[in-house]
């Protein structure tokens, strides 16, 4: 009776600092750092109860999260570039993992677990506001960007997924409606609101986000069971799309400048090149997570005229990161880090096909597929050109990927 009593109690816990992190996530870093380190402490407790009252579960999961943080231990013990950065990028990859892979070991409640979805998607509400304050109104910003997110690409990736997210929630109110539900207030406001991170998408101006968000939103309304609304959805989508065209909104003026510079992929072939070269300096377990910064031209010339070939400057460029998740585990993590990169895009996917069945249970079951879809298509697809999974919206492609296995499971066990 006084262990489970306990086990009630630090349930109770681990939801408290599950939420407040969820909400500090997108707004506040300090206070997002320690909730987080509570949720985590609170599931680890958990663990120990489970493991004591003969509660053991293991499952494919499970093996692929230990995998992933396996061989980046290995990448960061053993880095090329060694007494860097590797243990500070080691310790961000590896929070945003521990989220994802306590989150899926976890049991919760229906209306845990659509609490937990609705508050996710919700926390965006007042940084993005702020965010647009600061942009449109004050010009305090250069670009729309999302307080605790930070740099404009970040603040992009992790819109995405938001959007995704409550696209799913907008649809799952028009697949599972009651009488007149599709009509309430509350659904309209749901529509207004993926609509308003659609447009905020285009004011952000990554071309790499945006294009990852048509596509989910096209693929996400082409489940909807209502031909009326599928169609309605789609074509203001594209009315967005052909108005930001016509207009000439700062998004279309980029990729027009940029094309008349010579220059659609922006200067990221010149990345690219640095992080092909540079994976010849540690093969197999990589530099180091983090540790991309500290490559230096010299380092590359010598690379290059070793082989004999002529070294040509211009042909690379040095933005601080790599520009594409790909390339970010090639560098970092080696061949081991870039193939368990693939594997777990592959397994993630296969996953999501297999259970799709299950997105027709219940509106739950659908909101929380589909904000896996959504990390899913923001982490790999973003992830060609821009570095995905790491920081605010790791943590968060994580937290949705957490919420579904558990879900998941809760559903195969009922």
Sequence with gaps: ???TFFRNKVLHLDLIMLSLMIVSLPSLEAPKNVFLVGFLITRVISEVIQ???????????DLM???IILTALL??????????????????????LLTGWFLSRAHYSHNQYRMIFLLTVLAIIPPLLWGLYEYLIIHSKKNLEIHSVGHVNHSAIYLTIIFGATLGWFISRFNF???????????ILIGIMSFTLFIALIIGQSRGAFGVA???GVCLLFLVKDMKVRVIGIVAMLLVIISSMLLESGIVQKQINNQKSDNVLAYRDKVWNVSIEASRFSPLLGIGLSNWHFIKLSQLQKTVEARGETFNADNYFFPGHSHSLYFSALVERGIVGLIVTLIFMVYWLYDLIKTFKWTK????????????????AATFGIGLVNTTFHHE???????FLGLYISYKNELKQS
């Excluded at 500070?88 to 929070?95: E, W």
């Excluded at 249970?361 to 899913?376: D, F, I, Q, R, V």
């Excluded at 919206?393 to 937290?399: D, E, F, P, S, V």
């Design 177 to 187: 409606r009651k009488k007149n539900e599709a009509t309430q207030l509350k659904t």
């Design 1 to 3: 009776m006084s262990s």
């Design 393 to 399: 919206h790791g943590i968060l492609a994580c937290l």
């Design 214 to 216: 048509v596509l989910l």
């Design 65 to 67: 999260f230990l995998t």
């Design 361 to 376: 249970k219940t509106s739950t079951s659908y909101m929380l597929w589909a904000g896996s879809l959504s990390a899913w």
């Design 51 to 61: 493991f004591k009252q003969g509660i053991k579960q293991w499952k494919g999961w």
């Design 75 to 96: 990448s960061t013990v053993f880095a090329g570039f060694s007494g860097l950065e590797e243990w500070k990028g080691y310790k961000v990859f590896l929070t945003a």
